[in-house]
């Protein structure tokens, strides 16, 4: 006798699958207790960076601007941009502040970020979201000389980003 397993059970095996990867233990820099995930989405782009004389004088890369498509089961549904903003397809949006970091998993990682939500806009899925997590990031540091002020270099990244609203 061959059993098939019912959909409701697929369901929820789906759904505990998706929950377990939201609770494992985060740094508690960018922890968010008590609060509830929303959405949860995958990014893939660049960290833009700019050649800028530095508080010494000296040229250095300084941090411009993130440019990422937000991805969910394969597909885009939204993009992430300078503010740091996170744009919904649906219109709905959010411009984050960050307010605690830990380190990624190399030196080759972006930081891992929480970030307080400082203005919503729009309504939609993001609309609830009072904080942004950055977790699971890959790439984005910029390396080598900065020879020219003015000059723009990107440096691929991905990451998994975090909506989270309280209660």
């Not at 959010?94 to 970020?113: E, M, R, S, Y």
């Amino acid at each position: 006798m061959r059993i098939k397993p019912a959909v409701p059970s697929l369901l929820l095996l789906a759904a505990m699958a998706g929950q377990a990867r939201a609770a494992d233990p985060l740094p508690d820099a960018i922890a968010a207790p008590g609060e509830t995930v929303v959405l949860s989405v995958h990014a893939e782009g660049a960290q833009v960076y700019e050649c800028k004389a530095g508080a010494d004088g000296k040229l250095a890369w300084a941090f411009r601007e993130p440019i990422a498509t937000l991805l969910s089961e394969g597909k885009t549904i939204g993009r992430h941009y300078a503010g740091p903003t996170w744009e919904h397809a649906d219109g709905s949006a959010v411009v984050g502040k960050a307010i605690g970091n830990a380190p990624g998993a190399t030196a080759a990682d972006i930081p891992w970020l929480k970030l307080e939500v400082a203005s919503p806009r729009g309504s939609g899925v993001l609309t609830p979201v009072t904080t942004v997590q950055r977790i699971n990031t890959h790439g984005g540091k910029l390396d080598g000389a900065c020879e020219k002020a003015g000059e723009f270099k990107s440096a691929p990244y991905a990451a998994d980003y975090v909506f989270l609203k309280k209660g």
